[in-house]
């Protein structure tokens, strides 16, 4: 079975102070809070310049989480939100940001 892609779309993403939620396009929601963080990535896939090609991985404590498109209108409240985390690595962030390797960078874990 053949999964339309479209489903896996965002319709909304909010970060808030209490995490980071995105409703897909099917209905269904995925989410972690801030304080149930344990991982950061930034998921690079060499797919652009017309596909999203950077995605955020949020990873919390139970191994469920959510990943958010470089291109959502909320990305910059997360970047910024995630640049406050303490340890966060922002050279990592800023490599994975300027790169088209086929990679996963871990930018941050609790």
């Known amino acids: 079975m053949t999964q339309d892609p479209s489903s896996a779309r965002s319709r909304t993403v909010s970060v808030d102070d209490t995490g980071v939620r995105r409703r897909l396009a099917d209905g269904t929601e995925e989410a972690v809070t801030w304080s149930d963080l344990q991982s950061v990535m930034v998921r690079v896939i060499p797919d652009g310049p017309w596909n999203e090609d950077v995605f955020f991985m949020l990873v919390g404590s139970d191994g469920q989480g959510t990943a958010i498109p470089s291109g959502d209108p909320a990305a910059d409240a997360l970047i910024e ?30």
């Open 81 to 110: 939100r995630l640049q406050t985390l303490p340890g966060f690595d922002n050279e990592k962030f800023i490599e994975a940001m300027t790169t088209d390797a086929d990679q996963a960078y871990v930018v941050w874990q609790s």
